[in-house]
């Protein structure tokens, strides 16, 4: 049973247009998390939950939607979407002690491309 | 805000050779943990190893050490016996605070030659 999961894995799509992508965790963790990784690898936290509460909204454009329908989902939805959105994105999620945080388990990404 | 410094971009390393790699973070914070990520081709992210900053006792699992100095704010990663399948990316992150997320430096590549 995959940990995180994230679907869709491949993404390909035409500017303007609007997708989701998926994530599910079954590791009984509190927190979620969205990250994006750019063409350089460079790895950028998006946005992060704590049971279906938004707690970290990076600048990031409101063109991208987190929702949380609970503490074991996190979709990202993305509108209108630009040639810049071109990245992987990772969903992780973790189980932050009271003042520290613990290891991110992640999906295997997905890598969206807008031609 | 807190910062992960990778200085090298890219690293090579003979197969059953030691390579170190580096990473300096910057935090005003006093408990935190620091953590290793690789990265192969397939790009799953995994945990090679982590370190409390309370531990002064350096982390090790199998051939993954490292070499954590808190007061110089420095965490380098030691492969020894390198392998072919060590060839990946790999990422210093620091993890403070109640939040739980991590923040990455830009990572390493390291290849390994036969």
């Known amino acids: 049973d995959t940990a995180v999961s994230q679907t869709p894995k491949y993404l390909v799509t035409q500017m303007g247009n609007d997708k989701s992508i998926k994530c599910e965790q079954n590791l009984g963790h509190d927190t979620m998390y969205w990250y994006k990784q750019d063409s350089k690898k460079f790895l950028k936290i998006m946005f992060s939950?704590?049971?279906?509460?938004?707690?970290i909204n990076e600048t990031v454009p409101n063109r991208f939607s987190p929702k949380s329908p609970d503490k074991a989902h996190l979709n990202l939805h993305i509108n209108s979407l630009e040639l810049g959105d071109s990245a992987v994105y990772f969903c992780a999620s973790s189980q932050p002690g009271l003042a520290v945080p613990g290891e991110l388990f992640f999906g295997e990404g997905s890598r969206l491309t807008v031609l | 805000a807190q910062t992960v410094t990778q200085s090298q971009p890219e690293m090579s390393v003979q197969e059953a050779e030691t390579v170190t790699l580096s990473c300096t973070y910057d935090t005003s914070e006093s408990d935190y943990y620091l953590f290793w990520y690789k990265q192969p081709p397939s790009r799953q992210m995994i945990l090679v190893i982590r370190?409390?900053?309370?531990?002064?006792q350096n982390a090790t699992e199998n051939r993954f050490s490292v070499n954590f100095q808190k007061a110089a704010k420095s965490f380098s990663l030691k492969i020894s016996d390198s392998q072919l399948g060590d060839a990946a990316m790999y990422f210093c992150?620091?993890?403070?605070?109640?939040?739980?997320?991590?923040?990455f430096g830009k990572g390493t590549k390291l290849s390994v030659k036969p």
């Open positions: 939950y704590n049971n279906k509460e938004l707690i």
């Open positions: 370190q409390e900053a309370y531990k002064q």
């Open positions: 992150a620091y993890g403070g605070g109640s939040q739980g997320n991590l923040i």
